[in-house]
């Protein structure tokens, strides 16, 4: 019998997953695959299944703040409410079977042992020296998606306070703000270099929670819809101009949604428009190695009577704040605008050229960095 070790299995399945056309120029899913292959297989990766119990307690508080948030949105959007019959079915494969017919406890308690995100890589079109807001549209459309994040550390079972994360997605035909590149979106529009679109910074309240208000992703080519997430550490807010500096990285990951929701989006304006190939879950080899080992998908409700009314989304994600790593900008923003860093996607030392006029893209810079309380 011939013995192939675990290293060896390991490449040899990002190589099979690795499509030939792999996302976009400059990311190499095989690399990725086989880092976090890594990874899961180093006494780095501690899941979450310890901190069920702990964590089982603290779901009454959580229901009661998510349905409160629910009613807030409908609200805010002039949607009437409504049953939950259309909430859509969960049936990912480490949580229990939920039913449009659930009652609200089991819909809002989500997975009752917690979801681990696995480390990731950062991708190629992760741009340091983002804003710290909530808002991270800057008016693009695309159906409304606000979602929550708790961050649970997964050395004390406990929620981490002041956690500073970072959100970024494409948008809804498949191209990054903050980076030129062939692969992403018209080469040939340098101006991107400076666009903040879909990009942003929260940081976690008292219960270790968070939110975004953001649109549905679109898609790429070689990947399935997804929203970048990155942990800082004991970093602080620079007044000046909204950004963060100090502390560490402890945590790189990925969230996703359930096939069913990603179709019921692909069918409206302005996602019709994105002519690139929608990879399935199914065949995305990122999403597979993350449900492999946890549950990397957003649970979610409707807000109205189709997706086209908006989502609330919520996730817990696992980090060991202890941890320390060191991704990789495709780019970085500061006071003269965007400027590639010549890794991954962006035009080799391409300057970005001024910020836009005024003091904050989309609107005045938020006046809290603060989640909203739970």
């Known amino acids: 019998m011939v013995y192939f070790s675990p290293s060896f299995i390991a490449l040899a399945a990002s190589l099979f997953w690795a499509s030939p056309a792999a996302a976009h120029p400059g990311h190499d899913v095989a690399e990725e695959r086989a880092e976090r292959a890594a990874f899961l297989a180093s006494d780095s990766y501690t899941g979450l299944e310890h901190c069920a119990d702990t964590l089982k307690s603290r779901q009454a508080d959580l229901i009661s703040r998510r349905k409160a948030m629910v009613n807030n949105l409908r609200a805010k959007r002039g949607?009437?409410?409504?049953s939950f019959e259309d909430v859509l079915n969960t049936d990912h494969h480490s949580n229990a079977s939920v039913t449009p017919d659930s009652p609200d406890d089991v819909i809002f308690a989500g997975n009752a042992s917690c979801i681990l995100q696995p480390e990731t890589t950062e991708g190629p079109y992760w741009v340091s020296g983002e804003y710290v807001r909530q808002d991270i549209t800057d008016g693009h459309p695309g159906v409304p998606l606000t979602f929550d994040v708790q961050v649970i550390d997964t050395t004390t079972c406990e929620p981490l306070p002041q956690v500073a994360l970072e959100a970024w997605h494409c948008n809804t035909t498949g191209v990054y703000g903050g980076v030129v590149n062939g692969g992403n979106g018209n080469s040939a529009d340098l101006s991107n270099i400076n666009n903040t679109m879909f990009r942003g910074i929260q940081f976690s309240n008292d219960n270790g929670i968070l939110q975004f208000d953001t649109t549905f992703p679109g898609h790429y080519t070689g990947r399935t819809t997804h929203i970048h997430v990155l942990a800082h550490i004991n970093a602080t807010v620079n007044a000046k101009n909204q950004t963060l500096t100090g502390g560490h990285i402890s945590h790189v990951g990925q969230l996703f949604f359930d096939q069913k929701l990603i179709n019921e989006a692909e069918a409206f304006e302005p996602y019709t428009a994105n002519t690139q190939e929608l990879l399935l879950n199914v065949d995305d080899g990122i999403f597979a190695d993350e449900a492999a080992?946890?549950?990397?998908?957003?649970?979610?409700?409707?807000?109205?009577?189709?997706?086209e009314d908006g989502v609330f989304a919520w996730v817990t994600v696992g980090i060991d704040p202890t941890s320390v790593i060191d991704p990789h900008a495709a780019a970085s923003y500061g006071e003269n605008g965007g400027v590639s860093n010549g890794n991954g996607g962006g035009f080799p030392g391409g300057p970005g050229g001024p910020r836009p006029s005024g003091s904050f893209p989309g609107g005045p810079r938020p006046s809290s960095t603060a989640a909203p309380a739970a």
Request: no cysteine; hydrophobic share 35%.
């Open 293 to 307: 080992n946890s549950d990397p998908v957003l649970n979610y409700v409707y807000l109205g009577d189709s997706v």
């Open 79 to 82: 949607i009437v409410k409504r």
